[in-house]
């Protein structure tokens, strides 16, 4: 099974200031295809999580454009280019390369 | 509009059965693959398993084989989870998913059905 690991566990930002998210997956999740199945959510507090960034660097739909995902092979990062008070939240990673699909344990971002 | 409609929390003792559904609106729902989540209280996602509506097969994680059954029902557009016998540390946050085309990420999400389980 493929193990992902995010870093850091907890983020306090201050609002406008950039912030960054680290992903690293236990293989590599490119697939022969030419993709990379790595997805960024965010779980906004007493929320269901939300897809922001598929195949590691797409945004999906409606997702602002200050967020951005970057990264290939086993090395993943999120980053954010001037965070807002309504990007408090758990931020996970999640390798949909090969069943079992598998999250980071996720990063808590939350405002100083 | 594209919703995932689940059913309601629901308070059960260890040993009893249940199953819990999600009910899919404005789509195609045979085409797209529908996947469950595990979030136990205070703690991160587990990917539980998914269906494929069109034919019912499912893929479980090694974690959750035997724990529980996943199925569906394309004639009401529903998936369901179950379980035969519940435990206390089965209680938690259920979410089901949906898989956008070309497995490009969750990209419809349930609200989530709370499960508690008192021992």
């Known amino acids: 099974d493929i193990v992902m690991t995010q870093s850091p566990l907890s983020l306090p930002v201050t609002p406008g200031e950039p912030a960054s998210i680290s992903c690293r997956s236990s293989?590599?999740?490119?697939?022969?295809?030419?993709?990379?199945?790595l997805n960024w959510y965010l779980q906004k507090p007493g929320q269901s999580p939300q897809l922001l960034i598929y195949?590691?660097?797409n945004r999906a739909s409606g997702v602002p454009d200050r967020f951005s995902g970057s990264g290939s092979g086993t090395d993943f990062t999120l980053k954010i280019n001037r965070v807002e008070a309504e990007d408090v939240g758990v931020y996970y990673c999640?390798?949909?390369?090969?069943?079992?699909?598998?999250f980071g344990l996720g990063t808590i971002l939350d405002i100083k | 509009e594209v919703q995932l409609v689940q059913s309601g929390a629901e308070v059960k003792k260890s040993g009893e059965s249940l199953k819990i559904s999600c009910q899919g609106f404005g789509y195609r729902f045979n085409s797209y693959w529908i996947a469950w989540v595990r979030q136990m209280p205070g703690k991160g996602l587990e990917w539980m398993g998914i269906v494929w509506p069109a034919d019912s097969s499912v893929t479980y994680s090694p974690s959750f084989q035997g724990q529980v059954t996943i199925s569906v029902d394309k004639s009401i557009n529903t998936a369901y989870l179950q379980w035969s016998s519940l435990r206390a540390s089965d209680s938690g946050m259920y979410y089901c998913?949906?898989?956008?085309?070309?497995?490009?990420?969750?990209?419809?999400w349930g609200r989530g059905t709370l499960v508690t389980v008192s021992s």
């Open positions: 998913a949906r898989l956008s085309g070309g497995n490009w990420g969750f990209d419809y």
């Open positions: 999640m390798q949909a390369l090969q069943t079992p699909y598998s």
């Open positions: 293989q590599s999740l490119l697939h022969s295809n030419g993709h990379t199945y």
């Open positions: 195949m590691g660097s």
